[in-house]
């Protein structure tokens, strides 16, 4: 068994409504409250991050699983939207729903059934929508054309 350790360092010096700071290894950003929910939205926030870990997990993993089955994809892009309801004064991450779209080079009958088989399955294989699961709803709206 591998175990992979990740850090992350966070400073906030303020208050709700002030800035604060995030770093890792590789990333390094503003942190803050969204304006959405009255903040003054600087940088980046959770929710956005949540949404960022669920949507590059699923995409990397989509092609990856294009790759291991051979699916000669041209072009791989995707919108996510993360939803956030506020009800009673308690924030809860509902819902996210990612829209990829895959473009294939002539794909064959077989391959196009294949394609859109791996873009639900990717969203069950990805690790952050497994750590999500039973708490996010996770769907998957995918498009297939041809390039």
């Known amino acids: ?9 966070t400073d906030w010096p303020g208050l709700r409504n002030d800035v604060g700071t995030m770093s890792g290894k590789t990333l390094t950003t503003d ?3 969204p304006p959405e929910m009255d903040g003054p939205g600087a940088g980046t926030n959770p929710d956005e991050m949540l949404l960022g ?5 699923y995409i990397i ?3 990856a699983m294009l790759e291991r089955s051979k699916i000669n994809k041209l072009n791989l892009r995707m919108t996510s939207e993360g939803q956030v309801e ?3 004064g308690v924030i809860t991450y509902k819902r996210i729903l990612h ?8 794909p064959t009958d077989k391959e ?3 394609a859109e088989k791996l873009m639900y399955k990717a969203e ?16 998957v709206s995918p498009t297939i054309q041809n390039g």
């Open 112 to 114: 196009y059934a294949l």
């Open 61 to 63: 993993t989509l092609a």
């Open 124 to 139: 069950q294989s990805c690790m952050i929508t497994r750590a999500l699961k039973g708490n996010v709803e996770v769907e």
């Open 53 to 57: 870990a669920a949507a590059t997990c």
């Open 31 to 33: 942190i803050s409250i």
């Open 99 to 106: 829209r990829p779209v895959l473009t294939l080079d002539r």
């Open 1 to 9: 068994m591998a175990l992979h350790l990740f850090f992350i360092d």
């Open 86 to 88: 506020v009800e009673k």
